[in-house]
C-alpha cells in the first residue's frame, strides 16, 4: 500500500453530523442529488405553474393580473418574491431537463459510462444549467 493510499480517509459508516460537512462530493454527486431536488422543487411549485399557466392565457384582464403580480406583488406577497419563485422554477427545470438529458446519454451509450466521462458531463451539466438560469434571471429581473 502506497503513502497515498493510507493518508486517505475511509467512510465506511458516515455519521451525519461529523462525516458529511468534510465528505467532499464529487460532481456527478452534487448533478445527481441536483436532479432530485430539482424535481421535488417542480413538484411542489406546479400549483403556482399552473396558476401562472392559467392566469397569463386566460383573458387580457388576468394578464394584466399576472403582469401586475411579477411588478408590485399579490396581498403580502411583494413582486421580487414572485420573481425569485419563477427563478427557483427557471432552475429547476433547466437543471432537470439537461440532467435529465445526461441520465439519458449514459443509458443508452455504453462509452458514455466512464469515471472521466461522469465527471465532465457533471460539470457540463451545472455550467450550462446555471449560466442559463443567470440568462433568463437577468430578462426576469429586468436587466436587459
Known sequence: MTELA????????????Q???????????????????SGLLMFLLLPFILWMFDKSLSS?????IFKA???????????????????????????????????LWMDVSHS???KEFGKSSAVTVLVISIAL???LGAKLFGLY
Request: charged residues 15%; without cysteine.
Open 69 to 103: 403580480a411579477f411588478n408590485v406583488g399579490i396581498g403580502f406577497v411583494p413582486g421580487w418574491f414572485i420573481k425569485l419563485v419563477t427563478l427557483a422554477i427557471i432552475w429547476a427545470s433547466l437543471h432537470h431537463l439537461i440532467a435529465g438529458l445526461r441520465h
Open 112 to 114: 458514455a459510462v466512464s
Open 133 to 135: 438560469t443567470v440568462v
Open 60 to 64: 387580457e384582464f388576468s394578464f394584466e
Open 19 to 37: 462525516d458529511l460537512p468534510t465528505y467532499r462530493l464529487p460532481p456527478a454527486g452534487w448533478v445527481s442529488i441536483l436532479h432530485r431536488i
Open 6 to 17: 493510507k493518508k486517505r480517509p475511509e467512510f465506511r459508516n458516515i455519521h451525519a453530523l
